[in-house]
């Protein structure tokens, strides 16, 4: 007998049911089962009629079958050729062109029919079909789509050869193709049943909880328990079903968060547990995998024309030979590419960078592959056939090295596996496309990898988590439907976009009227539920800013919770649990929350003021930048980035004030004196701060000085408004002693005012003002440490805010005479009194450092991680912590460059 699947899992899991079978049975050997999916009996049932003997496929002999990478090509090619819309997506609308082909087939729509003049899509549409099959008849091609009706000619006529007995399996509903299949096997005799599957319900609750997240992780936990606590689950045959109708969408959280649950030891080793004990159903694009995402990568590089960012993959890839080896040194020469500050640079200006690199932090084995990179892309400059481009691209990855010297792991040994059946398909596409350039028979090939969903072999796992679709069929033993709320089951109807309405609904295709989608959803809930003998239903109760239901189609199932379940309630830490080596034999683990690392006080600090500034504001920031050194790298940008702007503007004011001194020497000063005297600052500075860049953007300096020129020019008008005042302080660096932390600051500016009291500047170009002192973990506590560690009495502690269309003081003082804009409210308190308050918050904030205090705490969640470099490390993402969008007021404007400033920082 012969058993004809809906799925190829279903066909996996039957063989596997039909050899434990034997073996049960005590056999040594038996024959292989009959068992596969429909595709792949039409494949081997079309092969046969075609080698039979038969004169009805006598014609036909020369046909052949397209693979489904070159359907979708030339559906592409097809609509390409006739489109009008610049505009339209090719690739996903061949894609869905195939999908309406495949329903066209599937349920015999004629199209000759009148309706098909309805729309401008359907005629469009019509138009594709019509050259798809001139082209496939031309060529003697035939797309998977007319399979099952040609099989059923063959079948009919005599011309293939059929087994005697014939049961299909897991069809929720036949189309109409498919039952011409059936009545054409009949009419041969053949005895053809449908699977038999019971409609009696299992024991069936249903809870919910109060958004995704939590009920993936309620499903997690219960699979969990289920594992430990089932007697049944030590036997091999043991299935746990989760069934998700959005697995596409949730496959990344809930492949997260089953592994957290069930393998937790391997959240720092994944390496050590190959073999999980869930299994997820759905693949993913072959692109999607990184070492086919490494081969793009090295196929799509211009020697001559390279990016940095593209570099620094390259450099930091571990399908280079040497990568192990070389790891330090190509990264130290990924941080030197991105220290030039040029955003493009040539494989040439990677090579030439890398030679001068020596010894201990050489790399000897990528200049040598990168110099045969350069030397082979040159022999790939030509127009060749897809059949010719397939080893010459091989070859081409060969000669680099690709995929490295390491031993591959057994996912990415089945994933080249793979590559090599993409660029057999590429090959075979020479009717398609003709010769072609480098560039095109690249992106044919990423393309085809894109649109094949590949799902790595791996062993029989007890938790199966699968999309709706593939669950046709199977049985478990346990069995949790998720995501069942009002909004998605039944889910809208979708009627195909190509295809007129009318004729869908006429013909009765699934999801083209609420009816049908209601009907079929019915049925594949009957199916579902009598899948295990014991079902957990479960919906979230909200998603984003909306209210969700249960689906009508479950209300009536008695309600549970997750005590109900075994498991413990959503959010309760107690179900963390920590062995996996015997999963039916863990416990629970004691959960240690441990924020803090080691005390700092053997420790030389680093940070200075910056130091302050990252404890405030988020605790884990200071430890990992400060004490870890963890640091991204910088990312070039054309011309000059925020720091340098912010450099340049202090250097230029501070040579300038170095030479005016005082108050009343700028009074003195002539309106054309003090323009010479800014350009005079200006044109040599950025010159120093643009070095080699000006060569490739003159323009670039030209810009930057005018900028430069105007802004102090304005800015010296409000310098002249102020009291008098004598500078007695520019950049000076000082060693002080705050919270018990000795750090080296340095103050953009200090001025003595007649009655000798000081004003404290800090040049800022973006957002400030005195709310960035205030509160316990201030933003900007550079300026209150200066305030606590200066030698006299404080009469004002200013930003001087330097910014084109915004200039201006903002900040305390004593009296509003000290600068122009600043205003003293009565209830302000004195001075001494604030610069009091900021000393105990920066000793607090100073304690906390070093004493190792390192939460994950960020002060404004939606504004200090949005910038920051260290999501990865503190995996702040994997928190409750919403990231929302900045308004455009938050983005950061051009920076201070006292921020960061280097001798502040160690
Ligand atoms: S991303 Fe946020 S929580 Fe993580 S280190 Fe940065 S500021 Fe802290």
């Known amino acids: 007998m012969t058993v004809i699947t809906a799925t ?76 009008e819309d610049s505009l339209l997506d090719i690739p996903s609308t061949a894609e869905a062109a195939a999908r309406s082909w495949e329903r066209l087939c599937s349920w015999a729509i004629p199209l000759d029919n009148e309706l098909w003049n309805e729309s401008l899509d359907a005629r469009t549409f019509l138009g594709w079909v019509r050259a798809f099959q001139a082209r496939c008849q031309r060529n003697g091609w035939i797309s998977s789509a007319e399979l099952p009706a040609s099989v059923a000619d063959f079948v009919e006529q005599g011309a293939a050869p059929v087994s005697g007995e014939v049961e299909f399996a897991g069809f929720l509903e036949l189309s109409p193709v498919q039952q011409r299949l059936i009545e054409a096997l009949r009419g041969r005799g053949v005895k053809v049943r449908e699977s038999a599957h019971t409609d009696e319900a299992g024991d069936a609750v249903c809870v919910g909880f109060a958004d995704a997240g939590r009920e993936i992780r309620a499903a997690a936990e219960w699979a969990r328990h289920c594992l430990e606590s089932d007697p049944d ?39 050590l547990d190959p073999t999980r004990c869930f299994n997820i159903s759905l693949g993913r694009p072959l692109d999607e995998y990184p070492v086919i995402q490494t081969a793009f990568l090295f196929l799509g590089i211009d020697p001559g024309d390279l990016s940095v960012e593209r570099a620094g993959r390259v450099l930091r890839s571990p399908f280079l030979p040497g990568a192990a080896e070389e790891m330090t040194s190509r990264a130290l020469l990924d941080a030197d590419l991105r220290a030039v500050g040029a955003p493009d640079l040539s494989l040439s200006d990677v090579i030439g960078l890398a030679r001068k690199r020596k010894g201990a932090d050489g790399c000897p084995i990528l200049v040598t592959r990168l110099g045969t990179w350069s030397e082979t892309y040159k022999t790939l400059q030509n127009l060749r056939l897809p059949s010719d481009w397939a080893p010459a691209l091989s070859a081409f990855l060969r000669d680099l090295g690709w995929p490295g010297d390491r031993t591959l792991d057994s996912i990415e040994y089945q994933t080249l596996e793979v590559w090599r059946e993409l660029l057999s398909d590429l090959a075979n596409l020479d009717d398609v496309f003709g010769r072609v350039p480098l560039h095109q028979a690249v992106d044919v090939l990423r393309n085809l990898a894109s649109a094949r969903q590949f799902q790595p072999e791996s062993a029989p796992a007890p938790v199966q988590i699968l999309g709706v679709y593939e669950s046709s069929g199977l049985r478990f033993d346990r069995l949790w439907l998720m995501g069942l709320h009002d909004g998605v089951w039944p889910a809208d109807p979708a009627p195909d976009p190509f295809i007129p309405i009318r004729l869908q609904r006429r ?138 702007r912010g450099r340049l503007l202090h250097r230029v004011l501070e040579r300038i004030w170095g030479r005016l001194k005082s108050h009343g020497h700028l009074f003195a000063a002539t309106e054309e004196g003090l323009a010479d005297l800014v350009r005079g600052h200006v044109e040599p500075e950025v010159r120093r701060i643009l070095g080699g860049r000006i060569g490739r953007n003159p323009r670039l300096a030209e810009i930057e000085q005018a900028r430069l020129v105007r802004i102090i020019g304005e800015w010296m008008g409000l310098e002249r408004q102020r009291k008098p005042f004598m500078v007695v302080d520019q950049e000076e660096i000082r060693s002080v002693e705050v919270g018990g932390i000795e750090v080296n600051i340095r103050v953009d500016r200090v001025d003595r ?154």
């Open 8 to 83: 190829i899992r279903l066909a996996r899991e039957l063989r596997r049911d039909h050899d434990r079978g034997q073996e049960a049975a005590g056999r040594a050997s038996w024959p292989t089962a009959q068992i596969m999916p429909l595709s792949a009996w039409l494949a081997d049932t079309w092969k046969n009629g075609l080698f039979s003997d038969h004169p009805a496929t006598a014609e036909l002999a020369a046909n052949r079958l397209l693979r489904p990478a070159e359907e979708r090509l030339i559906w592409e090619d097809v609509i390409r050729s006739m489109a």
């Open 233 to 271: 689950a030590r036997d091999p045959a043991y299935r746990v079903g989760i069934v998700v109708p959005d697995l596409d969408q949730q496959r990344n959280e809930i492949e997260r968060v089953f592994g957290e649950m069930l393998h937790p030891r391997n959240r720092l080793r994944p390496e």
């Open 507 to 644: 013909y009765g295709l699934p999801g083209s009227s609420p009816n049908r989608v209601l009907e079929s959803t019915r049925m594949l809930t009957g199916r579902l539920l009598s899948s295990a003998p014991s079902v957990v239903v479960s919906y979230p109760e909200r998603e984003e800013d909306a209210d969700l239901a249960v689906s009508p189609l479950i209300r009536m199932l008695p309600e549970t919770s997750a005590a109900g379940l075994g498991i413990p309630p959503p959010g309760d830490d107690e179900g963390f649990r920590g062995d996996d080596e015997d999963i039916s034999d863990a416990s629970a683990l004691e959960v240690l929350h441990d924020h803090y690392g080691p005390a700092s006080d053997d420790v030389a600090l680093r940070g200075g003021t910056f130091l302050f500034k990252l404890q405030a504001a988020c605790p884990f920031k200071a430890f990992a930048e400060l004490r870890l050194g963890a640091r991204a790298l910088e990312e070039p940008e054309p011309g000059l980035n925020a720091l340098d």
């Open 753 to 906: 005012l007649e009655d000798g009291k000081l004003v404290i500047l800090d040049y800022k170009s973006g957002e400030c003002g005195p709310a960035d002192w205030a509160g316990a973990r201030p933003d900007e506590p550079q300026l209150p440490i200066y305030a606590v560690t200066a030698e006299a009495e404080v009469a004002g502690v200013l930003f001087a805010r330097l910014r084109t269309g915004e200039l201006g003081f903002r900040g305390l003082a004593e009296s509003q005479d000290i600068a122009p804009g600043i205003r003293v409210p009565e209830s302000q308190p004195p001075i001494a009194q604030t610069i009091g308050d900021w000393k105990a918050v920066l000793n607090d904030l100073g304690r906390g450092f070093r004493e190792g205090r390192a939460h994950v705490d960020p002060k404004d969640p939606a504004k200090t991680c949005r910038y920051c470099e260290l999501p990865a490390l503190c995996r702040i993402s994997q928190g409750t912590v919403e990231l929302d969008e900045p308004d455009e007021a938050e983005q950061p404007q051009v920076l201070d460059v006292q921020e960061e400033p280097e001798n502040d920082r160690g």
